[in-house]
């Protein structure tokens, strides 16, 4: 079966230190990687993307994931975390040829000041 | 470039009337895709519409049904409604089937209100 796993429900992080969030993956085939963000009572904005191609993917606002094969997983990182980062935050991963996205359970980004 | 649209913003219903979402795809795309995001919760797959068919369904029972329009846009409807359905209803759309997997971009979302 096809899944996704977003391990940490919240991660707490000082403004101006660096972040990971973390997501697992595990698929029949060539992942197609996705991370979302989504801010208080809003829809879910794209962040980056991972097809093929070089393993490190950087996104918008900074945003970064790592694509890596032997562990299935697509962490997101930012070197230096702001506090407008605070949001809910979803891996996904799509199937080739089947276009159905299955998304994580979603990962709470808190940023200190 | 208008992003994906959604009307209304917010919907309240009670138990057993049915309710109508509505979704306006980016333009050039040609998928739609509806999901339920209950309270805290993750997104849960509702749907997929790709040049007017239905192309996928997720494990949801068939009072939750929609359909495609020629020019893309989508609704969705929810019939009997039940307290439980209520939740925020986020549309997204993609370049379609044809392109094989594309990103996809969301909509604001409508939340709907069972009471």
């Known amino acids: 079966a096809q899944s996704v796993a977003q391990p940490e429900d919240q991660v707490n992080v000082a403004e101006g230190n660096p972040l990971t969030v973390k997501c697992t993956y595990s698929?029949?085939?060539?992942?197609?990687l996705f991370w979302y963000v989504q801010y208080p009572n809003r829809g879910l904005q794209f962040l980056l993307k991972?097809?093929?191609?070089?393993?490190l993917v950087k996104g918008s606002y900074g945003f970064e994931a790592e694509f890596n094969k032997s562990q299935t997983s697509f962490h997101l990182k930012k070197p230096s975390a702001l506090v407008s980062d605070s949001a809910l935050y979803f891996c996904a991963v799509g199937i080739d040829n089947f276009n159905k996205f299955y998304f994580g359970s979603g990962t709470k980004l808190n940023v200190k000041p | 470039e208008a992003g994906v649209t959604q009307s209304p913003t917010h919907l309240i219903k009670t138990r057993g009337q049915q309710a109508t979402l509505r979704c306006s795809p980016i333009s050039g795309h040609t998928s739609v895709y509806w999901y339920q995001q209950a309270l805290g919760l993750g997104l849960q797959f509702l749907l997929w519409y790709d040049e007017g068919e239905e192309r996928n369904r997720g494990n949801f029972p068939p009072r939750f049904s929609g359909r495609q329009f020629p020019n893309y846009s989508s609704e969705l409807n929810v019939n009997a409604l039940e307290l439980e359905d209520s939740a925020l209803y986020l549309c997204?759309?993609?370049?379609?089937?044809?392109?094989?997997?594309?990103?996809?971009?969301f909509g604001p979302g409508t939340r709907l209100l069972v009471l």
């Open positions: 997204a759309s993609s370049l379609g089937r044809r392109k094989g997997v594309e990103t996809q971009y």
């Open positions: 991972y097809i093929t191609g070089d393993n």
């Open positions: 698929v029949s085939g060539n992942p197609y």
